[in-house]
């Protein structure tokens, strides 16, 4: 049995979208620790907008990453869309109903790993789909921004590790209750 895995940053006030403010605390533990995570997958699972993100950067970030980016590059990658119609960098694309074709996924061995994607962890979420929680809380208030958890999103979770950084970012796991 498959599991998927959302590996996520966010600020102390919930913040997700366009990480810039993760930089200055972004050190070799967070740096191993997503070498590890990204190790461990299987297969990228992500939304669309992340996919497209990902697909125009990482290719010209391998020889600088190495085998994070050789691995990020070869790795397969499942998106959820119904805008895209031509897969590329190894991707394909989810058929019928996202919640299903995950379920699909889940009953075969492997982990999933998301990154990314707002939307499509929150439809996840919802549909009881993700396994694990691995979020990054940076000490940083954005104020405003798109949050990780969409307003009226209600999941009960179990802590199952955490630790800090030395530039004081909190990596905390939880599990669905």
Request: zero cysteines; aromatic letters at 10%; proline letters at 5%.
């Amino acid at each position: 049995m498959g599991m998927v895995v959302a590996v996520e940053y966010v600020t102390l006030d919930g913040v997700f979208e366009e990480p810039a403010w993760s930089g200055p605390y972004f050190n070799d533990e967070l740096g191993n620790w997503q070498a590890a995570n990204l190790r461990e997958a299987d297969a990228l699972l992500l939304g669309r907008k992340t996919y497209e993100g990902f697909k125009a950067a990482w290719p010209q970030m391998e020889a600088e990453t190495g085998d994070f980016g050789v691995k990020m590059n070869s790795m397969p990658k499942h998106v959820a869309t119904t805008t895209l119609a031509t897969p590329e960098w190894n991707a394909t694309f989810l058929q019928g109903e996202v919640a299903g074709a995950v379920a699909k996924l889940k009953s075969e061995p492997g982990t999933l790993l998301v990154n990314g994607s707002a939307s499509l962890v929150n439809y996840l979420t919802k549909h009881n789909l993700i396994d694990e929680y691995r979020i990054m809380i940076y000490p940083v208030v954005q104020g405003e921004g798109r949050k990780l958890w969409d307003d009226g999103t209600k999941i009960a979770l179990e802590l199952t590790d955490s630790w800090k950084t030395t530039t004081g970012v909190e990596v905390i796991t939880y599990v669905p209750a």
